[in-house]
Structures are given as structure tokens and as C-alpha cells.
């Protein structure tokens, strides 16, 4: 059915596709959008540069290359742009935008120079600068004189900068139109338009309006019904019905929440070398979208991310989300195959710090890290002391690769109590078992045995030898693997019982299911040992069961083919005869009796433990999380960010800058806790302005500080300042709440207005001063779950784990469609198609302000995906469904995609792409499609 619509689609879409140029004029690409797509995209190249090859440069490069080197090597600069491009006595190091040329790649690969000398750099940090270059080599950095010095920075001076400054209440502004304002944030706006002489343009249209605020609070379309009922509601409250009501749904927190895993550099998997599945990221990202949902007040969202597993809770189902909320630090990109552990501990410590700064404070702490800050008033010492916080925080654990840490959710006080009293039980039974299963030894070691070691064994299969593991007996074991593998024992005994035990070592790889089969006289039977768990008898043998002996006993071991099966001794232990006399030495009647009484006493225990274990509650499920570590400690300047070069000790603490106490953090905790505290209060002069700032760009496409994520020198100063504290005291004295801060911006005239390219006047080409509404395209997500919705394919319901069960890697994952996009898993080395050609953010960074590009690709998609043109023929499908004529079936589809009404000219054209055949599907689909694609569907007006 596609393949012929796609044919279809090629003959009659000529006339169609004419709708697509006129649903939206070609102005939409104004000079404005276009200049807040390339900041968005340089901000995002500068953040590529600060974390990923500035970091190294000075690592590696500066000791040589930069203007501080006791001897300038090749006449090569590296500590800044001009250097590297400029080159050296070899020419330019680099050429923006092409890798192949200058001879930075080169040597980085050891193909000319080898640099830098000591040891070549991993594969992946080659790449990064490949890709670096290939992305333009965006480089902040000057030759001229940093803003601070090395005498220090002087705080006091930083302290005068607007963003440091305390958030003060503001009075609204009187202005001149007196009736147009509708609350205090119309004031503000209307009084900048008149200090310029500029009028605020007229209202959006109420179908515009309706489609904004649908697809601003809640990432969806309004259905056809929805807009039929607005259309039908007379009442002077209905834009309000209509916000409270998007505020409440579940569809709420889905979007909003996807703004904020945006932040938190959300992913399924590690990154790094060897990308691992996370297997459980997906209950933090839950949690985010329930924040939203519940209004968590925003100063107790930033606690529990950031300190949740040490704060206090009121029951298990609060401990749960705290629990939770921490994955907000383990979440970052990392590669746990590094084998510098120090080195892997501080590159998490330095994620967390910078991600910290960049979230809550808009702040880029992270550039600090090998020298003073180059233009914020943040020395190295400050970022040392946040440094001290979280290396006292234990975020991974060691091994060959590491991990990261993981916690057993708690439950309910029933099922806790259940489990403490079982474990206590358990205890003392093993307590009883440990003491008994002594006692036995000491008896069966006065009884006559035999041992036979694996050299004396039959064997056939692959087996190998081996010493690695230790509590062996003799000389060694074998292992093996082989299926085919069997190790057959040939005992000569006395005529008598004996218990069996066979000895192995064990460990996580060995086999859950090792075969023993035990026969004498005719007779046998087969025993599985599971050989991952350590021998219960003197911490080497297992005892498997008895056998009568006729004077010889047969023993094999068989290899179950999964993991490793292993062959050591064979230990025959001879049963005491209870009917012997006294005088028979340790066959005697007392011993047997003995030997008897506590062999069952033994086994009536061990049958309890089991039947324990049984009952014994589940653990809660394993989150993604932090606590803090054994040993809580300051740290030290790391010289020039080298971990094996420290310096100065730093005590821990804050930013000094906003922060003039002289403080004292607990030498029993981490500080992650006093940090969440002085982060979330009202008396930070950044938190509440930020995320204020935040909502606002995501309601107008740019925030009343265009650089959302840097308030500090190099970002960009307020458009209207008093708005902004105004706003961010409303926030704090109400309670922290999103949606209550949401409601007031979206209720505003000012947010109400209709968009445009500039003003009549052509003053404030940028829009910065806010007479109109920016047009907007729609992110990738809402793209994706649109086009769902108008196919009826789009499930509403909620998702747990949305990685397909059995996923071992990331590479070549075939994505499944239905629910929503904030479901599909996200992974750092693949996304889905749509994904990446609508400018999904990069899951490796914590970004702010997404790229919001207008490329050639982003047609293509459109108009050759499977994708699309399955959605188009699924939503022709429901068109057929209306009862009606052609003309109603088009408005039903336009209503339905763009959310109006055909024009005449519009409906005509689509009319005739429907021809003489109202029933056909594969015209229909066609018509579908032609809607997806255009503007007007793309972008908010």
C-alpha cells in the first residue's frame, strides 16, 4: 500500500505540494530566526570545545605549546584560536571545517609528528578533535589578556556583575496604554515598547492561540473535538478552562519533562568506549515527568537531585523518589573502561560539578578546572572545593570496567519488617548451620575417607588446566566449557555407604548447573551443584549425596556448556556403622550415633534455610544512584588538571563569589546536602532567575537572557531585567510552582500576541524588546508524536522500561513507535531518524537551547520516509471514515494536522489532487502528506 502511494504520490502531488508555499510565507526564515538558530548553535560548539578538547590541550599541549612554556616547541601555540590556525614552523595546525588538512590530525595519529610524545591519546579523544575541527573548530579563546589576572580574581568587583547582584522585588511600571495591560508582566513589556515608541502587535488569532498553548504546555495538538469545543464555549473564562485544564493533564509533565532531561543529559546507555545499557535510567526520567505532573515545588526538585539519599523522608514512597532523583548525577556520559581509576573518578567528579553549575546556576564551573576562571569571577580553588563534595561522593565502582552505583529501592514498612525479621531468623540459623557443619568436619576427619584428585580422572572433551582461583585442592583443577566435556572418577571402596563430596572453586562465571552423576552396583543417581556459589564444607568441598558401595564407586562431572565447569577432587567419606561395637574404634556405636544425630540436625536446618529464603521478601528494584562515600575528605588543586599533579589542599565549599560565609562542612557527610540547601535557597542570587529564565524561552522560543544556560560574563545581559526579578520573586513567594509561573506568563497578553519578522517600523528586528510573538518550530518530539496522533497510533499511556527486553547494545537497535517520544529510549551513539534530523539535542551535553535548524535534509525526511508516509496513509484512512463530501473530509484533515481551515485557493488545490476519486486512499494519503510537510504544521505561529 506505501510503495503505491508513494508511486500515487509522484503524479498528483504537483498541485498539492503548491500548498505548501503559501500556508506560511516565505518570511518565516527572517534574519531573526536565522540569528537565534546560529547562537543556539555556537553556544552548543562552545560547550563541545570546553568539555572535550580544551580539558586536553591543557593536559597534554600546554607544557610545550602555550605562553607560559619555559621553551615554545615548533613555534606552535595552542592556548589559543589564533594560535592553532595560525601554526607553527610546519604551518597551520588546523584548517576549520576540514580535518585533513593542518598538522594537528596528523600528529595526534603518529602518521608525521607524534604528539603528544609521551603516549599516544585514546582513540575516542582523536575522534573528538576530528570532530571538532569538522564542526567549524569553535575555539572562545583570545590571545589578549584574560579579564583576570594571575594575582587573582578580585571578588568584590565580580560582585557588582547584574547576575550576582540579590533578586529584588520590583515595582510594575506605570505606562501610557493603561487598558492594555493584563497583569504585571504586560507593564513591564509595554513599558520598554513605549521608552522606543513601538506599539505591541494585536492578538494571535483564537485558533493560533489554542495551538500554541496546546502544543506549549503539553507537546500535542488539540484534536478536532478539542477545538470544536473551544470554538463552542461562549464563555468570558475559556482561554483560562483551557490552560488549567492542559495544566492538569498527564500530557503535561511528558513535555515539560522532556525539557528537563534535556538538562540533565538524559540517556539509556554510558557512552564512552564500551557503551552500556543503564537498564534502569528509565525511573529517573519517570520521576522527572511525575515532578512536573505533582508541581513539585522547584527548591525540592533541585534537594532531591542533587542530596535525595540524604534527606529526610515522611514515608518509603518519598524515600523512593529521593532514591531516584540522584540519577541526575550518575546519568553523565562516562567511559567506565578507563584504567585510570583516579583519573575516571575525577572526569565523574568534573561532570557532575560542571553539569551542577550549568542546570541550577547557569554558571560554567567547569571551565575552572585547570586554571582560573578566563572570565566569570570563579578562581580554581572554588571549583576544587565543589570537586571535595562529590569525590566524597561514591558515584561508580571500581573493577576492570567500572560502574555505576546502583541502591535497592525501599518498600513498604510491611514488607521492610517482614524482612528484617526473616534476616534475623536466617542469621541465626546459619549461625547454628556454621557451628554444626564445624562439628561434622571435626568427626568425618577421625572416619576413614578417600580422595582422589583430577589427575586420576577419566577424561574426555576439551578441559584445561588452571591455578588462577585459589581454595583448590592438590595442585590445580580443571575447567571447561565444552558441552561435550566429562570427567569420570573410578573409586575402589569397601563394601560400606559413603557420602559423596565433590571440591571446586567457585565464582560468577562457573556454572549455575553442574551435572554430578554417582553410581555403584547398577545403581545411581544424578546430583546439580551450582558452582557460582562457594562449597559449604570447609570452604572447598560440597557434599552431593550418598551411595552404597559394593566395592566400587563411579563419579562423573559433566559439563553443562554454560560457563565454565569445573573438576578438582572427589572426596568419599565412609559412613559409621551404628551397629558395630564400641571396640571398633570410630565405627563405634557412639560415634555413628553421633555422626547420625547431627547429620540430620544439619539437614533439618538447611531445609529451614531454604524454606527462610522462600519466604523472604524481594528486594526493591536497583535505581541508578549516589551516596556518599566511606571516607569523607577535602581535596587538592589538581596543577593544570593533572589528578597525579596535586597542590594546595581546598576545603570544600561553594562558589565564592555569592557565597561570603565562612562555612564549615560536616566531616560525616559529603556536603551534598548543604550544597542542594544553599543551591534551592531564596537567597541565591542565580537559582530562581535561571529557571525562571528557562520557562520563558520555552514559551517564547528565547529567554528574556538569550544565553540560558551562562548568566555569567560571557552571556548576555537581561532584555528586561526588572521583569526577570519580578518574576523570580513571584516564583520563590509562590511556593517554587512551575505550573502556577507557566500559567501566569501564558495568560499574559504578551504571550497572547500574534508573531511576525519585524516590526512595522522595522525597529527591533531581534523581537528582544517583545512586541510580538516569535514563530517557533516544532521540536523533534512533538513532530514525532503529532504525526502519530493524526494516524490514531499514538498511545497515551505511560511507559516503564521502553528498551526492548534481551537489548545487549545499543548498535543497530530498530525502534518501536506508539507512545510517546519522551518513552523512546534514548541512546548516546544512535537515535531514530526523525530524531536526528529535527535537531534532537545531544544526549552526551546538558543543553539549555536546543539547534533549531531549516536544512534540505529535514525535506527529505519528509518526503521519503516510511515513517511519514505510513502515518499519511494510516491518517487517509480516518479521513475516509467522515461521513461527507470532499470539501469536508479536506477541512476535517486540515482542522485535524494544521489545526484551521482551508482557505478557498488551499481547499481548491487539494481538491484537485483528489480528483475524480473521493474513495481512494493513495490520493488521500497523498493529501495527508502534502499537509505534514508543510510549514504550517512545522511551526508555531
Not at 507557566?742 to 519585524?758: C, E, N, P
Amino acid at each position: 500500500m506505501i510503495s503505491k502511494c508513494r508511486e500515487r504520490a509522484s503524479r498528483i502531488c504537483v498541485a498539492a505540494i503548491v500548498g505548501t508555499l503559501f500556508i506560511l510565507p516565505a518570511e518565516l526564515f527572517s534574519q531573526q530566526n536565522a540569528g537565534e538558530e546560529e547562537f543556539a548553535g555556537s553556544a552548543q560548539e562552545v560547550e563541545f570545545f570546553e568539555k572535550k578538547i580544551r580539558p586536553i590541550l591543557v593536559k597534554h599541549c600546554y607544557e610545550c605549546h602555550s605562553a607560559d612554556s619555559k621553551s615554545l616547541r615548533g613555534g606552535l601555540l595552542v592556548d589559543n584560536a589564533h594560535g592553532l590556525t595560525e601554526g607553527g614552523d610546519s604551518g597551520p595546525a588546523i584548517v576549520a571545517g576540514n580535518p585533513a588538512e593542518g598538522t594537528l590530525m596528523e600528529a595526534l595519529r603518529y602518521e608525521t609528528f607524534e604528539m603528544p610524545p609521551r603516549q599516544q591519546l585514546p582513540e575516542d579523544v582523536i575522534e573528538d578533535f576530528e570532530e571538532w575541527i569538522r564542526r567549524g573548530a569553535v575555539d572562545p579563546r583570545t590571545a589578549a589578556t584574560p579579564r583576570h589576572d594571575r594575582a587573582g580574581i578580585d571578588l568584590e568587583k565580580g560582585r557588582e556583575f547584574w547576575s550576582f547582584q540579590p533578586v529584588e522585588r520590583q515595582t510594575p511600571p506605570s505606562v501610557q496604554k493603561g487598558n492594555w495591560p493584563s497583569c504585571d508582566i504586560d507593564r513591564f513589556i509595554l513599558a520598554r515598547l513605549e521608552e522606543e515608541n513601538l506599539e505591541p502587535f494585536p492578538p494571535a488569532s483564537e485558533l493560533i492561540l489554542l495551538r500554541r498553548l496546546f502544543f506549549d504546555l503539553t507537546g500535542l495538538p488539540p484534536s478536532v473535538a478539542e477545538i470544536r469545543r473551544f470554538q463552542e464555549d461562549t464563555s468570558e473564562s475559556r482561554l483560562e478552562n483551557v490552560v488549567d485544564r492542559l495544566l492538569l493533564s498527564p500530557e503535561f509533565g511528558r513535555h515539560w519533562g522532556r525539557h528537563w532531561l534535556d538538562l540533565a543529559r538524559y540517556s539509556d546507555s554510558t557512552g564512552g568506549g564500551r557503551s552500556m545499557l543503564y537498564g534502569s535510567a528509565w525511573r529517573y526520567r519517570n520521576y522527572v515527568i511525575d515532578a512536573f505532573n505533582r508541581d513539585t515545588p522547584y527548591d525540592e526538585f533541585v534537594r532531591q537531585q542533587i542530596a535525595g539519599d540524604l534527606m529526610e523522608a515522611d514515608d518509603y514512597q518519598e524515600r523512593q523518589r529521593q532514591l531516584v532523583a540522584t540519577g541526575f548525577l550518575v546519568l553523565g556520559p562516562h567511559n567506565y573502561e578507563n584504567q585510570d581509576k583516579e583519573q575516571l573518578r575525577m572526569d565523574i567528579v568534573d561532570e557532575q560539578v560542571d553539569t551542577i553549575g550549568r542546570v541550577f546556576l547557569g554558571m560554567t564551573i567547569g571551565c575552572a578546572r585547570c586554571h582560573d576562571h578566563k572570565f566569570d569571577p570563579i578562581p580554581t580553588a572554588d571549583y576544587y572545593a565543589l570537586a571535595g563534595i562529590f569525590r566524597s561522593t561514591h558515584s561508580a565502582v571500581d573493577g576492570n570496567v567500572s560502574k555505576w552505583v546502583t541502591t535497592a529501592l525501599p518498600q513498604s514498612p510491611d514488607i521492610e519488617n517482614a524482612r528484617q525479621r526473616i534476616e534475623k531468623d536466617i542469621a541465626q540459623v546459619q549461625k547454628r548451620i556454621q557451628k554444626l557443619s564445624t562439628t561434622l568436619e571435626h568427626l568425618k576427619a577421625e572416619l576413614p575417607s578417600i580422595v582422589v584428585d583430577d589427575p586420576q580422572a577419566m577424561l574426555s572433551g576439551i578441559w584445561k588446566t588452571s591455578e588462577s582461583v585459589g581454595g583448590y585442592v592438590g595442585e590445580g583443577y580443571r575447567f571447561s566449557d565444552d558441552p561435550n566435556a566429562r570427567a569420570r572418577f573410578v573409586i575402589p571402596t569397601d563394601e560400606a555407604r559413603y557420602e559423596v563430596q565433590i571440591s571446586y572453586t567457585s565464582h560468577a562465571n562457573r556454572t549455575p548447573r553442574g551435572t554430578i552423576l554417582v553410581d555403584s552396583a547398577g545403581e545411581s543417581e544424578t546430583f546439580e551443584v551450582d558452582q557460582r556459589q562457594p562449597p559449604e564444607l570447609a570452604g572447598s568441598y560440597q557434599s552431593v549425596g550418598e551411595v552404597q558401595s559394593t566395592g566400587e564407586v563411579h563419579l562423573t562431572i559433566q559439563s553443562s556448556g554454560k560457563g565454565m565447569t569445573i573438576v578438582d577432587s572427589v572426596r568419599l567419606i565412609k559412613k559409621p556403622d551404628p551397629q558395630s561395637d564400641a571396640s571398633d574404634g570410630p565405627d563405634s556405636s557412639e560415634s555413628a550415633l553421633q555422626f547420625e544425630r547431627i547429620s540430620r540436625e544439619l539437614t533439618e536446618f538447611r531445609a529451614e534455610l531454604e524454606e527462610l529464603k522462600k519466604q523472604l521478601p524481594e528486594t526493591g528494584p536497583l535505581v541508578m544512584s549516589v551516596s556518599d562515600e566511606g571516607e569523607i575528605s577535602d581535596y587538592a588543586v589538581c596543577i593544570r588538571g593533572n589528578v597525579h599533579q596535586l597542590g594546595e589542599p581546598v576545603e570544600r565549599g561553594f562558589l565564592s563569589v555569592i557565597d561570603e560565609e565562612e562555612r564549615k562542612l560536616p566531616g560525616d557527610q559529603s556536603g551534598r546536602l548543604e550544597l542542594a540547601d544553599w543551591i534551592a535557597s531564596p537567597e541565591n542570587p542565580l537559582t530562581a532567575r535561571v529557571y525562571v529564565n528557562r520557562i520563558w524561552h520555552h514559551l517564547f522560543g528565547t529567554g528574556l537572557v538569550r544565553t540560558v544556560d551562562n548568566f555569567g560574563l560571557p552571556g548576555e545581559v537581561p532584555s528586561h531585567p526588572e521583569l526577570l526579578d519580578h518574576l523570580a520573586i513571584q516564583f520563590i513567594e509562590g511556593g517554587w510552582s512551575t505550573k502556577e509561573l507557566i500559567r501566569k506568563i501564558v495568560l499574559s497578553r504578551t504571550y497572547q500576541l500574534a508573531s511576525g519578522t519585524s516590526h512595522p517600523n522595522h525597529s527591533d528586528p531581534d523581537n528582544r524588546l517583545l512586541s510580538r510573538q516569535n514563530r517557533r518550530r516544532l521540536n523533534a518530539e512533538s513532530i514525532h508524536d503529532a504525526l502519530l496522533m493524526f494516524s490514531g497510533e499514538l498511545s497515551f499511556s505511560s511507559v516503564e522500561d521502553s528498551v526492548r527486553p534481551g537489548t545487549k547494545s545499543e548498535y543497530g537497535y530498530q525502534f518501536d513507535f506508539g507512545s510517546r517520544a519522551v518513552f523512546l529510549p534514548v541512546f548516546r551513539n544512535r537515535l531514530p531518524d526523525l530524531m536526528s534530523v529535527f535537531d534532537f539535542p545531544d544526549p552526551n551535553l546538558s543543553i539549555g537551547n536546543r539547534v533549531s535548524s531549516t536544512v534540505s535534509p529535514q525535506s527529505l525526511f519528509l518526503m521519503n520516509s516510511e515513517f511519514i508516509l505510513q502515518r499519511a496513509n494510516a491518517t487517509a484512512q480516518r479521513v475516509l471514515e467522515i461521513e461527507g463530501s470532499i470539501s469536508e473530509r479536506l477541512q476535517w484533515a486540515a482542522l485535524l494536522i494544521l489545526n484551521r481551515e482551508l482557505t478557498d485557493e488551499e481547499e481548491h488545490l487539494l481538491a484537485e489532487a483528489v480528483g475524480s476519486d473521493p474513495d481512494s486512499i493513495d490520493r488521500w494519503s497523498a493529501v495527508c502528506a502534502t499537509l505534514m510537510r508543510s510549514i504550517d504544521f512545522r511551526y508555531l505561529r
